[in-house]
Structure formats: structure tokens, C-alpha cells
């Protein structure tokens, strides 16, 4: 069983940056595609970046390319999410999560959810 637990969330003014990290215990951390996701009020959870086990492949959603940079370090079972030029519309809860595939961004894929940390974007 992995456990992940986000930190770094907040409130940031529009154009500013915050970093979330997720640090990961319970399991053996490089068998694990890492992945964040989010949900806003009143929408669907979407993957907002994913990166495989080695690091060497790195994904991201179309809105946040660019902006965003997703980033492990099997050593340290972390994995971090560097958010720049912050968007109002990126407000919503981050989620850490931890798969065994690479081949999807559907919630279900992922086994393992931090309880997430919110992010807030302010005008």
C-alpha cells in the first residue's frame, strides 16, 4: 500500500508560481508512474501532468503546457509540481497519484491518491 501526502498549496496572486510535492512512502516508488491531477468545483478531475519511472517521459494537458513542470526524485520518493504564470482558471484541489500504466489519463488508472492540497489563483 503507498501513501502520498501533498504539500505546498496556497494562494497566489495570477502570474505568480507555487510548488506542490507529494512525498510517497509504503511501496517501492520506482515501480510507479507519478501523476497530478486536478479537480475544480463543479468539474471532473483531469490529469494535469504525469511522468514515468525513470523520469525520462514526461506528459501534460494541453493548459498547462509550458507553465508547468513535473519532476521525480526516486532517491527521495518525491515528486514535485512546478506551477508558473498561475491562471485563475488552474484554482482548484491537486492530487498526487501513483499508477502502474502509462497509457492513461483516466482517474481509474491510478490505484494510489494523496488527499490532495488546494490551490487557489486570484485575479
Known amino acids: 500500500q503507498v501513501q502520498l501526502v501533498e504539500s505546498g498549496g496556497g494562494l497566489v496572486q495570477a502570474g505568480g508560481s507555487l510548488r506542490l510535492s507529494c512525498a510517497a512512502s509504503g511501496g517501492t516508488f520506482s515501480n510507479y508512474v507519478m501523476g497530478w491531477f486536478r479537480q475544480a468545483p463543479g468539474k471532473e478531475r483531469e490529469i494535469v501532468a504525469r511522468i514515468r519511472r525513470s523520469g525520462s517521459l514526461t506528459y501534460y494537458v494541453d493548459s498547462v503546457k509550458g507553465r508547468f513542470t513535473i519532476s521525480r526524485d526516486n532517491a527521495k520518493n518525491t515528486v514535485s509540481l512546478q506551477m508558473n504564470s498561475l491562471k485563475p482558471e488552474d484554482t482548484a484541489v491537486y492530487y498526487c497519484?501513483?499508477?502502474?500504466?502509462?497509457?492513461?489519463?483516466?482517474?481509474?488508472?491510478?490505484?494510489?491518491w494523496g488527499q490532495g492540497t488546494q490551490v487557489t489563483v486570484s485575479a
Open positions: 497519484v501513483a499508477g502502474t500504466t502509462w497509457y492513461s489519463d483516466a482517474a481509474q488508472a491510478y490505484d494510489y
